[in-house]
């Protein structure tokens, strides 16, 4: 099993910058894919940027040229750094790991809020 633990939400201001970490642990030599993902109030969850084990990485739309995926496979982490934040960013930001064979890994959740 995999344990995620998020880190480096809070509230930040418009057309800020913030950073999330996802720290890994337990059967880490099984992950491929690690990931973030997002749930605004009265919405369903949604993808926000996967990184594979090789570094190929994957955004959806809305974050493109905003947020940025990093992954530090020495250290089992996950980074998020979020520039240009939005109030519709606002979310509650979880982290996933995803095995080889499509096991997933989810973490506690992290609070974003973004201030206008």
């Known amino acids: 099993q995999v344990q995620l633990v998020e880190s480096g939400g809070g509230l930040v201001q418009a057309v800020g910058s913030l950073r999330l970490s996802c720290a890994a642990s337990?059967?880490?030599?099984?992950?491929?894919?690690m990931g973030w993902y997002r749930q605004a109030p009265g919405k369903q969850r949604e993808l926000v940027c996967t990184?594979?084990?090789?570094?190929?990485?994957n955004y959806a739309d809305s974050v493109k040229g905003r947020f940025t995926i990093s992954r530090d496979n020495a250290k089992n982490t996950v980074y998020l750094q979020m520039n240009s934040v939005k109030p519709e960013d606002t979310a509650v930001y979880y982290c996933?790991?995803?095995?080889?064979?499509?096991?997933?890994?989810w973490g506690q959740g992290t609070q974003v809020t973004v201030s206008s």
């Open positions: 996933d790991a995803r095995t080889y064979w499509g096991s997933d890994s």
């Open positions: 990184i594979t084990n090789g570094g190929s990485t």
């Open positions: 337990g059967s880490t030599f099984n992950l491929n894919t």
